[in-house]
C-alpha cells in the first residue's frame, strides 16, 4: 500500500508546476540574451564600418592636404614668377620709349638742321 494520495489524471504536482515555470522563464531570458548578442554582434560589424570609414577619411584628408600644398607651392612659384616677367616686361616698356623718344627728338633735331 502506497501512503501518497494517488494522482488523478490532469493535476499536475506542485512541484513539477514550479519546474515548468522556472523552464519557461529560462527559456525566455535565454531568448532575450540571443537577441541581446545578435544587436550586439550587429552593432560591433557597424562600428567596425565606421571605424573602416574614418580611417578611409583620414587617408583621403592626408592625401587632399597633400596636393593642397603641392598646388599652394606651385601657386606661390608662378606668382613669383608672374612678378619676375612683368618687373622685365616694364622694364622693356621703358627701354623701348626711351629709344622712341630718343628717335623722336633726334629727328625733330634734324628737322631743324635742315631749316
Known sequence: MNDHPA???GQVE???ADLEAATRRLMTA???LESAVERRREADRDEDE???RIQA?????SRLADELDGSLMKTRRLERTNRE????L???IGTIRAVLNGAGQDGAEDDEDDE
Request: charged share 25%; aromatic share 0%; no cysteine.
Open 7 to 9: 494522482n488523478l489524471a
Open 14 to 16: 506542485p512541484g513539477a
Open 30 to 32: 535565454l531568448d532575450a
Open 50 to 52: 565606421l571605424a573602416t
Open 57 to 61: 577619411l583620414g587617408a583621403d584628408r
Open 85 to 88: 616677367i612683368a618687373e622685365r
Open 90 to 92: 616694364d622694364t622693356a
